[in-house]
Nanobody
């Protein structure tokens, strides 16, 4: 099973930016699609962004134009650049590959 470790979360003011990183173990990384999900308090986990092994991307409507997902296969790392953050982006963000999940990193957007 792939081990995933997220980092980069924190407290940021509305309109600010954060960059999340997720480092994966193992050789499956470069052959697989990767996703960033989030779960806000009392809400279901939702897909935020996804990147295929050929770097095609998908974004949920609420983050289009503000978030950018990218991957570095040499570093086994996937990134989520989050700009123009809004309070409704507050959630725990999780990295996913195949059936593996990280423990999440908390993003809080508040003034």
């Amino acid at each position: 099973q792939v081990q995933l470790v997220e980092s980069g979360g924190g407290l940021v003011q509305p309109g600010g930016s954060l960059r999340l990183s997720c480092v994966a173990s193992g050789s499956a990384f470069r052959l697989s699609a990767l996703g960033w999900y989030r779960q806000a308090p009392g809400q279901q986990r939702e897909l935020v962004a996804r990147i295929t092994r050929t770097s095609s991307t998908y974004y949920t409507d609420s983050v289009k134009g503000r978030f950018t997902i990218s991957r570095d296969n040499a570093k086994n790392t996937v990134y989520l650049q989050m700009d123009s953050l809004k309070p409704e982006d507050t959630a725990v963000y999780y990295c996913n590959i195949l059936d593996s999940w990280g423990k999440g990193t908390l993003v809080t957007v508040s003034s």
